[in-house]
């Protein structure tokens, strides 16, 4: 297959939106952990994607983070907006309003709760996709939509000229390279755990939750790869380990990010909106537990950590007008 031109990058954050303890947006805290993710190695931001708490973001929050990502960004980074939508339509509009807005790039997400066919999962993609003229990134995630994009889907919709590259959160690395053997896709790894075997099979790179706290290392991991570097990728993808898995295995991601955040004095407050909420007790526990394993990652002082059960509790009903569509 002839090798695409990389609109992306290769470390993306999927970010969390830092909020205040009522839940609304901390656009303060936005612009500063925006701009610590770029200086710590980031390509590209993803915004408003689910580790952003899309789900219960106004649309005018949604566009305002991409506006808010592009004035900090300043050309340093990509700021790619995720979702858009489970509706078409509504995904349709969103794109169109974030590209006016500034984005270089749409994350799609498999429409979830629908549960549409192959074919309805096509033809949604294809519109999202015909809307703007900016590259698209599939995002393969059964976990979250109740069902996968199948091998078949994902040949057709590499057809689309705008279509580019797929986030995968499948997690099957025998169809990934399946793929990758038959259309000029961008692979981006969708768990945090598969992003150094993502790369080693040929994939482009990762779309981290955990890159929130420790985008250096990431960007050491895919440097040494590019180099052909691999004791030094591993050792960084081992490192990371007990990282990701406090963030990813105990509570949902975006809950255990800014719990961990917020301990490193990164953000100012942990909040979540309902109807997520913070990390319970025996929760927090695993957390702490595992990042007291963490030893010698790249731009990551755990000294410091200084994690607030009580400032994590519970979860927030913004006072907000609007809604989510």
Known sequence: MSEQTNPFGQVLVAVVTPMTVDGEVAWGDVEKLFDSLI???ADGIVVTGTTGETSTLT?????????????????????ITG???NETAHAIQLA????????DAIMAVTPYYNKPTQSGVLTHFRMVANATDLPVILYDIPGRAGIPIRYETILRAAKHPNILAVKDAKGDLAEVS??????????????????????????TGLIGVTANIAPHAYRTMVDAVNRGDLPAATAAHRSLEPLVRSTM???????????ILHGLGRIGSPRVRLPL???????AALIEDDIALVRDIEGLDLRNFRPDRNAAAGGALPQIPGTTR
């Open 96 to 103: 169109r309003q974030s590209a006016e807005a500034g984005a």
């Open 83 to 85: 979702g858009p939508s």
């Open 39 to 41: 200086e710590g190695g």
């Open 277 to 283: 909420v913070g990390p319970e007790d025996f929760e």
């Open 59 to 79: 649309d005018a929050e949604k566009l305002k983070l991409v506006r808010v990502g592009k004035d900090v960004a300043g050309g340093r980074a990509k700021i």
């Open 178 to 203: 399946r793929v990758l053997n038959q259309t000029d896709l961008m692979y981006f790894a969708g768990d945090d755990a598969n992003a150094l075997p993502t790369l080693a099979i040929g994939g």
């Open 249 to 259: 295995t105990h509570v949902p991601g975006t809950v255990a990010t800014k719990y």
